[in-house]
């Protein structure tokens, strides 16, 4: 399966999927048609699917369009949230498979972000996942509808998948959040380096989208609760913060809000 990111409105990421015959294709999160149309024109594929990740207006403001404008399109989403992905066909629980331009592919429960946000999996040499508004390269996403703990079991969820797993993220946040995470632990070699890089991809316009999961459990604060110089850092700010892995993970995600 190739994997094109199809940047959308401000700094989203759509992702256009095709299939091993190169000539079925699917888009993860359709937040507007028209560069989705253009870049499926220009290669000359088919469009069958919309996979959506949750239901946030930048990631299927353009559903309904591309629905109206591709007939019988199969739009996948989250069973929780089965009334708010527009022009929903398909509605996945935790752990089911389905099957996308011929290729099999897993729905992954990861709620917090949204009470109803999906990640999905692709096994197979070069695994692959689509983590949406949940995982960010170097952050996650804000807690409108869960708590702390919640994003900490879905994040530990795709850390829990393989280490060379490519995770195709929602939006370009990647320079701002590994600046945030060098605050953090400015002792960490890992983020020091991809900061760097990321920089000057930056400089050069690029995109920074695929992360792995094993960069993540690097670079990642939010994957980095038991991280020494995380925790001291964080408690020397909030002295009264108990030493445990939620407290510090909470006020990790605060600190961010105000970032
Ligand atoms: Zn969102």
Same mark, same amino acid.
């Given at each position: 399966?190739?994997? /094109?990111?199809?940047?959308? #409105?401000? !700094? ?6 095709? $299939?091993?015959? =190169? +000539?079925?294709?699917? %888009? ?58 527009? /022009?929903?066909?398909?509605? #996945?629980? !935790? ?6 331009? $011929?290729?099999? =592919? +897993?729905?992954?429960? %990861? ?149």
């Amino acid at each position: 399966m190739d994997i /094109a990111p199809i940047p959308l #409105l401000t !700094d989203n990421y759509g992702y256009l999927l095709i $299939g091993p015959c =190169g +000539r079925r294709a699917a %888009i993860v999160d359709c937040a507007e048609v028209g560069p989705v149309l253009a870049e499926t024109e220009r290669r000359g594929v088919t469009l069958e699917a919309i996979l959506s990740t949750h239901h946030h207006y930048d990631h299927v403001g353009g559903n309904e369009e591309l629905a109206r404008a591709v007939p019988g399109i199969r739009v996948l989403g989250s069973r929780a949230d089965r009334t708010r992905v527009p /022009a929903l066909t398909e509605a #996945l629980a !935790d752990e089911e498979e389905f099957e996308i331009v $011929g290729v099999r =592919g +897993r729905a992954l429960f %990861i709620p917090a972000h949204t009470s109803g946000h999906l990640a999905y999996f692709f096994a197979g040499e070069g695994p692959s996942v689509f983590s949406g508004d949940t995982l960010f390269a170097a952050g996650c996403g804000r807690l409108f509808e869960g708590s702390p703990e919640e994003m900490m079991r879905s994040l530990s969820k795709l850390a829990a998948l393989p280490d060379s797993t490519r995770i195709y993220f929602g939006h370009e946040y990647t320079e701002k959040n590994l600046a945030f995470a060098h605050e953090l632990e400015p002792g960490n070699p890992d983020i020091a380096g991809k900061l760097a890089r990321v920089r000057r991809l930056r400089a050069e316009g690029r995109a920074t989208t695929p992360t792995t999961v094993a960069e993540e459990k690097l670079t990642n604060p939010f994957l980095r609760w038991n991280s020494e110089e995380l925790r001291t850092n964080v408690r020397r700010r909030f002295p009264d913060l108990p030493n445990d892995p939620i407290a510090v993970f909470a006020k990790t995600r605060e600190l961010k809000d105000q970032y």
